[in-house]
């Protein structure tokens, strides 16, 4: 009941913030002057709230009717879709005004402990500037605005010289207009040490209504607003379901302005594969205010154990085994809630965990705060380590 009323609360503080074919989608886009923008903190970009999550996108005609409708931020990665993802928009927007979109790109530095989230002897400057060429390459562009350091978990890494110093020269010579740092697991400790460290433009951070650290998340917020550090914010939507089944859907418009009434979230990169996703984002793009009966559906989503994992690694400690849970729990709501086999796949490749690690246990030991029940969803997504990956992919 504390929890509920800890929620209820917060979402109650929200309040007073302020299937289509495309020819249906164009009939419902208002006057572009309509769009809310923020500005991306030192940056100074003007973003429409609301940008492209582009990671398991593959249309080109969703991303041009994004770029119709006023989107103007795509968020892509070295690694999406094995690079098709970065071409994807590479081809679309080779034909389109330089000055009339931003682009960033995400790499994860190599080497990197899953367990820790420290650097090793992989952790190379080389091996990052070479991702680097090869994303500009697909992008066929000769710089992108915004480079991320991808997934960051800890200080180590977040502070790791030979990568600092390789996305500082890249800015320097202009390949890169601003850098930044990705960040899922232990956010408000990566996003207070950005600011800190007084070199970072931009966090982009997993940001929703479920989160349990939540004070936590915004006290870090409000240290990288203070430093002039722009958030862009994902993992908006939980998950996208409450349910394996699929059965019961978060609210998408509703999820979004829960995360914008923060107005140090200055956009948000829902993920969009489909017409009907883009056509509840734009809505959003013009109006954020929560109404009564959304905060009411995220009210009875939060009381829900859902998909997402917060990533806050309490459950580790009392792993026998000592597994990488949040990053198994990640793959498991990637697989069930975003539908993707691939991203769940790549992601358990990382891990190095076998099929079913917790065979071995009668009883899990591994206790999480929202009540997961950590083994049945460990046994059930390592299956498909079974599965060949070419099959999948």
């Given at each position: 009941?504390?929890r509920r009323s800890f929620l209820r609360s917060g979402l109650a503080g929200a309040a007073g913030l302020a299937v289509l074919?495309?020819?249906?989608?164009?009939?419902?886009?208002?006057?572009?002057?309509?769009?809310?923008?923020?500005?991306?903190?030192?940056?100074?970009?003007?973003?429409?709230?609301?940008?492209?999550?582009?990671?398991?996108?593959?249309?080109?005609?969703?991303?041009?009717?994004?770029?119709?409708?006023?989107?103007?931020?795509?968020?892509?990665?070295?690694?999406?879709?094995?690079?098709?993802?970065?071409?994807?928009?590479?081809?679309?927007?080779?034909?389109?005004?330089?000055?009339?979109?931003?682009?960033?790109?995400?790499?994860?530095?190599?080497?990197?402990?899953?367990?820790?989230?420290?650097?090793?002897?992989?952790?190379?400057?080389?091996?990052?500037?070479?991702?680097?060429?090869?994303?500009?390459?697909?992008?066929?562009?000769?710089?992108?605005?915004?480079?991320?350091?991808?997934?960051?978990?800890?200080?180590?890494?977040?502070?790791?010289?030979?990568?600092?110093?390789?996305?500082?020269?890249?800015?320097?010579?202009?390949?890169v207009r601003f850098i930044g740092v990705s960040t899922h697991k232990n956010e408000p400790v990566i996003i207070k040490a950005?600011?800190?460290?007084?070199?970072?433009?931009?966090?982009?951070?997993?940001?929703?209504?479920?989160?349990?650290?939540?004070?936590?998340?915004?006290?870090?917020?409000?240290?990288?607003?203070?430093?002039?550090?722009?958030?862009?914010?994902?993992?908006?939507?939980?998950?996208?379901?409450?349910?394996?089944?699929?059965?019961?859907?978060?609210?998408?418009?509703?999820?979004?302005?829960?995360?914008?009434?923060?107005?140090?979230?200055?956009?948000?990169?829902?993920?969009?594969?489909?017409?009907?996703?883009?056509?509840?984002?734009?809505?959003?793009?013009?109006?954020?205010?929560?109404?009564?009966?959304?905060?009411?559906?995220?009210?009875?989503?939060?009381?829900?154990?859902?998909?997402?994992?917060?990533?806050?690694?309490?459950?580790?400690?009392?792993?026998?085994?000592?597994?990488?849970?949040?990053?198994?729990?990640?793959?498991?709501?990637?697989?069930?809630?975003?539908?993707?086999?691939?991203?769940?796949?790549?992601?358990?490749?990382?891990?190095?965990?076998?099929?079913?690690?917790?065979?071995?246990?009668?009883?899990?030991?591994?206790?999480?705060?929202?009540?997961?029940?950590?083994?049945?969803?460990?046994?059930?997504?390592t299956r498909l380590n079974k599965v060949p990956f070419d099959l999948i992919a």
């Open positions: 009941m504390k074919n495309k020819a249906a989608l164009a009939s419902k886009v208002p006057a572009s002057d309509e769009i809310i923008y923020r500005t991306l903190g030192k940056t100074g970009l003007k973003i429409p709230v609301v940008s492209f999550g582009v990671m398991r996108a593959d249309n080109s005609a969703l991303v041009k009717a994004a770029y119709d409708g006023g989107i103007k931020m795509f968020d892509t990665a070295h690694g999406y879709q094995n690079g098709r993802n970065e071409e994807m928009l590479g081809n679309f927007f080779a034909a389109v005004p330089r000055n009339s979109f931003i682009i960033a790109t995400k790499i994860g530095p190599a080497g990197v402990d899953r367990q820790t989230g420290k650097p090793s002897a992989e952790t190379t400057a080389a091996d990052f500037l070479s991702k680097f060429e090869i994303s500009l390459s697909r992008l066929k562009m000769s710089y992108v605005d915004i480079l991320y350091m991808h997934g960051v978990e800890s200080p180590d890494v977040l502070r790791h010289k030979e990568i600092v110093n390789a996305m500082l020269d890249l800015k320097k010579k202009g390949k950005m600011a800190e460290d007084g070199i970072w433009d931009v966090a982009l951070t997993a940001y929703n209504f479920t989160q349990t650290y939540r004070d936590e998340m915004n006290k870090a917020l409000q240290a990288a607003a203070d430093k002039g550090i722009g958030v862009v914010a994902m993992k908006t939507m939980a998950g996208g379901f409450l349910d394996k089944e699929r059965t019961k859907p978060v609210n998408t418009r509703a999820a979004l302005k829960w995360a914008l009434s923060n107005p140090n979230i200055h956009t948000t990169i829902p993920g969009i594969t489909a017409f009907e996703h883009l056509s509840a984002d734009l809505e959003v793009l013009r109006d954020i205010t929560l109404t009564s009966a959304e905060q009411g559906d995220l009210l009875a989503a939060a009381t829900s154990n859902g998909l997402y994992c917060n990533a806050c690694s309490n459950c580790i400690s009392g792993c026998r085994n000592k597994l990488p849970v949040p990053e198994i729990m990640r793959a498991y709501m990637y697989a069930y809630g975003y539908g993707s086999l691939l991203l769940a796949s790549e992601l358990l490749s990382q891990t190095g965990v076998e099929v079913d690690p917790c065979a071995g246990c009668d009883v899990c030991t591994a206790r999480c705060i929202k009540g997961f029940d950590v083994k049945d969803k460990i046994s059930d997504i």
